[in-house]
């Protein structure tokens, strides 16, 4: 059986990508890797750790604090996360320039090394925050690129490249992932409970709601609020 590797920041999306990676590979045939890249956040990366626990997959995190030292973003300075985009490049000052591009060719040298052949990514281009990193024809052209520069056979996958946050809620649930999804972690403002006020914590919020589901997140800490 073919081996697959799924980048986890232990957000929603990426829990939902290693759950549908266990249910088209086998778990006995899934890991997943993490990046500690200098974001002020700690806590998605335990948050990662926790997902990977609860799925039984393999998980490891590597050091690449560049981007810490480019800075210039809200996920690694100490900038307040604005709702609204920048005037003159249209983008949310919680872009980090480069970061799936750098992920997905870290993990593709991390596979080529494990004779893992498949990447999954859980980047989506319908309802997103406008980051030009997650959209189709960047992450095609970032498979031929790798498979040309690693003269090796990988491929890509973004299972939620064309759904909806509620979509993704809907397959999250048909996956099993729920348990899981209960440890994630998506505020921008690195808060747990969640803010529910920056521009992920609305999208994941709206998501659930869309699909008429309860957040397990925000249903754990209502429980220990009790």
């Known amino acids: 059986m073919a081996k697959a ?3 986890l920041s232990g957000g929603q999306d990426s829990t939902t990508c290693l759950y549908w990676a266990i249910n088209e590979f086998g778990r006995e045939n899934v890991s997943c890797i993490s990046f500690d890249y200098g974001q002020r956040h700690k806590i998605e990366l335990q948050a990662a750790e926790k997902v990977a626990e609860i799925a039984a997959v393999a998980h490891e995190i ?4 560049t981007f810490a030292a480019l800075g210039g973003n809200a996920l690694t300075d100490d900038i307040e996360v604005k709702q609204d ?7 949310p000052n919680t872009f980090v320039p480069g970061r799936n591009l750098i992920f997905l060719t870290f993990a593709a040298a991390y596979a080529y090394g494990r004779n893992i052949e498949h990447l999954i990514t859980g980047v989506a281009q319908t309802d997103y925050s406008g980051y030009p990193d997650c959209r189709e024809n960047t992450l095609s052209a970032l498979e031929q690129t790798l498979r040309l520069g690693m003269a090796y056979n990988i491929t890509i996958h973004t299972p939620l490249m064309n759904l909806s946050k509620a979509d993704t809620v809907e397959l999250a649930e048909r996956l099993g992932a729920m348990d899981a999804m209960a440890w994630t972690h998506t505020c921008y403002n690195g808060q747990q ?11 994941r919020a ?3 709601a869309e699909a008429r589901r309860r957040d397990p997140l925000i249903e754990r800490f209502q429980f220990f609020e009790e």
Do not use: E, M
């Open 5 to 7: 590797l799924v980048v």
């Open 62 to 65: 590597l050091p690449i604090n």
């Open 85 to 91: 985009v920048d005037q003159q490049t249209q983008l």
């Open 193 to 203: 409970p969640p803010c529910g006020k920056c521009s992920a914590c609305i999208l």
């Open 206 to 208: 709206r998501g659930f």
